[in-house]
């Protein structure tokens, strides 16, 4: 069973940081995705970031572009690894809860697709 737990989150100043983990196990495919997403009060849940274990390749939202960077401990593994969000120049809208998923490669886009979600983390931004 595919387990995910988000943390990290908290309050921080507009051009502030934050950085979110997602510890993630039991995959038991071969190789696969994790994804971070978020969701603003009011707000469609936007895709913002993954990683690929089979090559390590990434994806960022334009919104996030340049500002966000996602990584993993052990991008190749399929058993227990922790997943990055490092977040920087952080902006109100940025405020949202954030959520990591995971779902088995091949994707039909980047941020689509995804099965396994974990429970969220609140991020909040004051300008």
């Known amino acids: 069973e595919v387990q995910l737990q988000a943390s990290g989150g908290g309050l921080v100043q507009a051009g502030g940081s934050l950085r979110l983990s997602c510890a993630a196990a039991g995959f038991t495919f071969d190789s696969y995705a994790i994804g971070w997403f978020r969701q603003a009060p009011g707000k469609e849940r936007e895709g913002v970031s993954s990683?690929?274990?089979?090559?390590?390749?990434?994806?960022?939202?334009?919104s996030v572009k340049g500002r966000f960077t996602i990584s993993s401990d052990n991008p190749t593994s399929n058993d227990k690894i922790t997943v990055y969000l490092e977040m920087n120049s952080l902006k109100p809208e940025d405020t949202a809860v954030y959520y990591c998923a995971a779902a088995a490669l091949p994707l039909i886009a980047p941020m689509e697709g995804y099965p396994y979600w974990g429970q969220g983390t609140l991020v909040t931004v004051s300008s």
């Open positions: 990683i690929k274990s089979s090559d390590g390749s990434t994806y960022y939202a334009d």
